[in-house]
């Protein structure tokens, strides 16, 4: 499931609760590299496996991206991936 439009991190949390997000073309807020500002979503699932899974193999073409969970995030989120 790849968004083509560019969505805020409010936008985010709003369409998708409670989710796992796989993020790439991301933007970092200036003040800390943990959290974003804008991203395109990849693919969402239940946990982190079930999102990291639905964006393969788009993933090994992809040189940056990111996946977090939106359950535990109000205003930022902590990136891995």
Do not use: N
């Not at 946990?47 to 109000?74: F, H, M, Y």
């Amino acid at each position: 499931m790849i968004v083509d439009e560019r969505l805020t991190w409010k936008q985010i949390r709003e369409h998708y609760p409670q989710r796992w997000v796989v993020l790439i073309d991301h933007e970092r807020l200036a003040h800390d590299m943990a959290g974003f500002k804008t991203a395109r979503i990849l693919a969402v699932g239940d946990s982190r496996a079930e999102a990291t899974e639905r964006a393969r193999p788009a993933l090994d073409s992809i040189r940056e991206w990111a996946v977090t969970s939106l359950a535990r995030s109000e205003d930022r989120c902590s990136a891995t991936g």
